[in-house]
């Protein structure tokens, strides 16, 4: 009787071992699978990430070529404003009145008339 159960705990043993290693087994495919999935998913962050980065450079090169032709063109304006104002004789824009104009239609500062 007690080599029956010897017998039998000896099975029972071997198969609790047999299923600790399946398990142990089936363990390490989870967390292969779980490393995996994790990689994959750094992956695809890391490429979107990568994709925004590149929208937000071509958004800021735009912004950067757009502010180049808002300064060019303020300066073309105060061109302008600098050719229509400037005293044709001292070639400085008057600051304070009274401006006066030759009969041409040119600003004359008041130390120039």
């Known amino acids: 009787v007690q080599e029956e159960n ?3 705990h000896e ?3 071997k198969f609790l071992q047999l299923e ?6 089936k363990m390490k495919e989870v967390k292969d699978e779980n490393k995996y999935l ?3 998913t ?5 490429k979107k990430h990568a994709e925004e980065k590149k929208c937000l450079q071509l958004k800021i090169e735009a912004m950067r070529t757009e502010m180049k032709e808002v300064k060019d063109e303020n300066k073309h304006l105060l061109d302008q404003m600098k050719e ?3 005293c044709p004789v001292c070639m400085e ?3 304070s009145g009274p401006v006066y104009a030759c009969p041409n239609g040119h600003f004359v500062c008041k130390k120039c008339k």
């Open 6 to 8: 010897e017998k039998k």
């Open 11 to 13: 099975k029972e043993r």
């Open 20 to 25: 600790i290693e399946a398990m142990r087994t």
């Open 38 to 40: 994790l990689d994959q």
């Open 42 to 46: 750094q992956e695809e962050n890391v």
């Open 84 to 86: 229509r104002l400037e």
């Open 93 to 95: 824009i008057p600051r």
